[in-house]
């Protein structure tokens, strides 16, 4: 079974200073997807940003960035300019390529992150 | 567009009361996702649906569990009897049929569920 740790239970930022969230994740599969949810005080879960597991290139989302390193299993979300509005929890996700796994995403423990004016 | 409305939004009952938790997927997703979250154990997968029908419900703690989708518009969680341990969030997600596979889920507002 996969398994995925946020070792940072929580992380605070001054505001327009750029940020790292840890991610490392277990499994025995070359191909996966992996992600960063945020879920902000309103509890609504809201994707940040997905990697796909065979590209070699880290994806990137305006000021959001990862570090992608298979060989080593780390998946850390950086965060740039930091903003009062990026304060939430942020989860880090796996989900496998094989079809009997069907849609299941396996979370990490989450991460809190304060943004500070 | 409407997201995922899930209800209610919080919900204090008394152990060994029924409880039933709704949600309304976005229009023309194919997938329905329960998901709960409490500190000790995150988020996790309960029951999922394709198409109305139960694809997974490995996650489902024990028979006081169910779930139901009788349309495309509308899901039930129901727990009885509820027990002070069910307290947690409760998360409605859905997603197409194209986004299934790369893990994009649109997820509610939750349902904050407490069992006294």
């Known amino acids: 079974a996969q398994t995925v740790t946020q070792s940072q239970p929580e992380m605070s930022v001054q505001e327009a200073e750029t940020v790292t969230l840890s991610c490392t994740y277990d499994?025995?599969?070359?191909?996966?997807?992996l992600f960063w949810y945020k879920q902000p005080p309103s509890r609504q879960m809201i994707l940040v940003i997905r990697?796909?597991?065979?590209?070699?290139q880290n994806a990137t989302e305006n000021r959001f960035s990862v570090n992608f390193q298979k060989a080593a299993k780390s998946f850390s979300l950086k965060i740039s300019d930091s903003q009062l509005g990026d304060a939430a929890m942020y989860f880090c996700?796996?989900?496998?390529?094989?079809?009997?796994?069907?849609?299941?995403?396996?979370f990490g423990e989450g991460t809190q992150l304060t943004v500070n004016p | 567009d409407a997201g995922v409305i899930q209800s209610p939004r919080h919900e204090v009952t008394e152990m060994g009361q029924e409880v039933t938790l709704r949600c309304k997927p976005i229009?023309?997703?194919?997938?329905l996702f329960w998901y709960r979250q409490t500190m000790m154990r995150g988020l996790e997968l309960l029951i999922y649906?394709?198409?109305?029908?139960?694809?997974?419900d490995s996650g489902m703690p024990e028979d006081r569990f169910s779930a139901k989708m009788p349309n495309a518009s509308f899901s039930t969680l129901k727990i009885q009897p509820s027990e002070p341990r069910d307290s947690a969030v409760y998360f409605c997600?859905?997603?197409?049929?194209?986004?299934?596979?790369?893990?994009?889920?649109?997820f509610g507002e939750g349902s904050r569920l407490t069992v006294l």
């Open positions: 997600a859905s997603t197409s049929r194209d986004r299934v596979y790369t893990g994009e889920l649109f």
């Open positions: 499994t025995s599969e070359s191909d996966y997807y």
């Open positions: 990697q796909e597991a065979y590209k070699q």
């Open positions: 996700a796996y989900r496998s390529e094989e079809e009997t796994s069907g849609s299941r995403l396996t």
């Open positions: 229009s023309g997703h194919d997938y």
């Open positions: 649906f394709n198409n109305n029908v139960p694809i997974d």
